[in-house]
C-alpha cells in the first residue's frame, strides 16, 4: 500500500480478544481493530488508554486508525489489578482510575508490552510492518517507557503528563529515558493544560533537541487547548485541537 494517507475509510473488523497467555504474567484482554483485507495494512499500532480504561472513547480511537488501515491493539495499562477496567469520565472513575495508576510500575508496563508487541508482529500483514506507540495522558506517559523497546519506531505521547518528575514504580523521572528511545517521539500537549504547566512543557522541549542521526523529536503544542482535548466525551475536548492532533497522529504514521 501506498505510504500516502488513506482518503476514505476502510472496511474493518474489531473485537475483544485475550493475547495467549504465559504463565506467571496477567491476562491481557485487548481491542483488536484492523482492516477487513489485510492486504490494506500498513503497520501496527500498540494504543494505551487513558486511566480510565479501554473504554468506547479509546475502541473508537482503535477502530478510527483501523479504518486508515493500521492494526492496532488497544492493551490494558492496568491488567494485574484490574484487567478490564472501562470507567466513564467523572470524579470517581478518576479516582478510581488513579488508584490502579499508583500501583503500576515500569517493569510491568514493559513486560506487557513486549507481549503485545510480540503479537502484533505475528499477525498476518504485520510480520514486516514497523510498529508505532500511541498513548493518551497516563497512556502517554506510559508510551514514552515503551518508546524505548527496540521495536518501536514511532511514538506519539498525547498529553502523558509528569514525565519530567515521575515514573511509575519509582526511579528516575520517565524523561531521562528519551535518549534510549531508538526510534521517532512525539510530544503532543495544549499549550493550557493544567496538568503539564510551562515548566514541564519547557523540560520536555529541552529532552527533544534534534539528536543529529534523522530521528524525529518534537513536542507539537496544541493554542488554547488543555488537558485530555482529543477526547470527545471529556470537558476540555477542543475540535480545532483534535483536528491537530489527529493530522499530526497520521502524517507521523505515514512515515512508517
Given at each position: 500500500?501506498?505510504?500516502?494517507?488513506?482518503?476514505?475509510?476502510?472496511?474493518?473488523?474489531?473485537?475483544?480478544?485475550?493475547?495467549?497467555?504465559?504463565?506467571?504474567?496477567?491476562?491481557?484482554?485487548?481491542?483488536?481493530?484492523?482492516?477487513?483485507?489485510?492486504?490494506?495494512?500498513?503497520?501496527?499500532v500498540?494504543?494505551?488508554p487513558?486511566?480510565?480504561?479501554?473504554?468506547?472513547?479509546?475502541?473508537?480511537?482503535?477502530?478510527?486508525?483501523?479504518?486508515?488501515?493500521?492494526?492496532?491493539?488497544?492493551?490494558?495499562?492496568?491488567?494485574r489489578?484490574a484487567?478490564?477496567?472501562?470507567?466513564?469520565?467523572?470524579?470517581?472513575?478518576?479516582?478510581?482510575?488513579?488508584?490502579?495508576?499508583?500501583?503500576?510500575?515500569?517493569?510491568?508496563?514493559?513486560?506487557?508490552?513486549?507481549?503485545?508487541?510480540?503479537?502484533l508482529?505475528?499477525?498476518?500483514?504485520?510480520?514486516?510492518?514497523?510498529?508505532?506507540?500511541?498513548?493518551?495522558?497516563?497512556?502517554?506517559?506510559l508510551?514514552?517507557?515503551?518508546?524505548?523497546?527496540?521495536?518501536?519506531?514511532?511514538?506519539?505521547?498525547?498529553?502523558?503528563?509528569?514525565?519530567?518528575?515521575?515514573?511509575?514504580?519509582?526511579?528516575?523521572?520517565?524523561?531521562?529515558?528519551?535518549?534510549?528511545?531508538?526510534?521517532?517521539?512525539?510530544?503532543?500537549?495544549?499549550?493550557?493544560?493544567?496538568?503539564?504547566?510551562p515548566?514541564?512543557?519547557?523540560?520536555?522541549?529541552?529532552?527533544?533537541?534534534?539528536?543529529?542521526?534523522?530521528?524525529?523529536?518534537?513536542l507539537?503544542l496544541?493554542p488554547?487547548?488543555?488537558?485530555?482535548?482529543?477526547?470527545?466525551?471529556?470537558?476540555?475536548?477542543?475540535?480545532?485541537?483534535?483536528?491537530?492532533?489527529?493530522?499530526?497522529?497520521l502524517?507521523?504514521?505515514?512515515?512508517?
Amino acid at each position: 500500500m501506498s505510504r500516502s494517507a488513506v482518503s476514505r475509510p476502510l472496511p474493518i473488523a474489531s473485537g475483544w480478544l485475550s493475547l495467549p497467555p504465559v504463565p506467571g504474567e496477567p491476562q491481557l484482554r485487548c481491542w483488536w481493530s484492523r482492516p477487513d483485507d489485510p492486504r490494506q495494512l500498513r503497520s501496527a499500532v500498540l494504543l494505551l488508554p487513558e486511566v480510565f480504561g479501554l473504554n468506547a472513547w479509546v475502541r473508537s480511537v482503535a477502530d478510527r486508525l483501523a479504518a486508515a488501515g493500521y492494526g492496532v491493539l488497544a492493551m490494558p495499562i492496568f491488567a494485574r489489578t484490574a484487567p478490564a477496567l472501562q470507567l466513564a469520565y467523572d470524579a470517581s472513575g478518576l479516582d478510581e482510575g488513579r488508584s490502579h495508576r499508583d500501583r503500576l510500575s515500569a517493569a510491568d508496563c514493559l513486560a506487557d508490552a513486549r507481549r503485545a508487541i510480540g503479537w502484533l508482529q505475528q499477525q498476518p500483514g504485520l510480520e514486516t510492518r514497523a510498529v508505532a506507540c500511541v498513548g493518551f495522558c497516563f497512556g502517554g506517559h506510559l508510551a514514552m517507557l515503551v518508546a524505548t523497546l527496540p521495536e518501536v519506531a514511532l511514538t506519539c505521547d498525547f498529553y502523558g503528563a509528569r514525565v519530567s518528575s515521575f515514573c511509575p514504580g519509582g526511579g528516575p523521572p520517565t524523561l531521562t529515558r528519551v535518549p534510549r528511545i531508538p526510534g521517532d517521539l512525539l510530544c503532543i500537549c495544549g499549550d493550557q493544560d493544567p496538568l503539564m504547566p510551562p515548566e514541564e512543557l519547557q523540560a520536555i522541549a529541552s529532552a527533544l533537541e534534534p539528536t543529529g542521526d534523522g530521528r524525529l523529536r518534537q513536542l507539537v503544542l496544541a493554542p488554547g487547548a488543555g488537558h485530555g482535548f482529543m477526547c470527545e466525551a471529556r470537558p476540555d475536548f477542543d475540535a480545532a485541537a483534535s483536528a491537530l492532533g489527529w493530522r499530526t497522529l497520521l502524517q507521523a504514521l505515514a512515515g512508517l
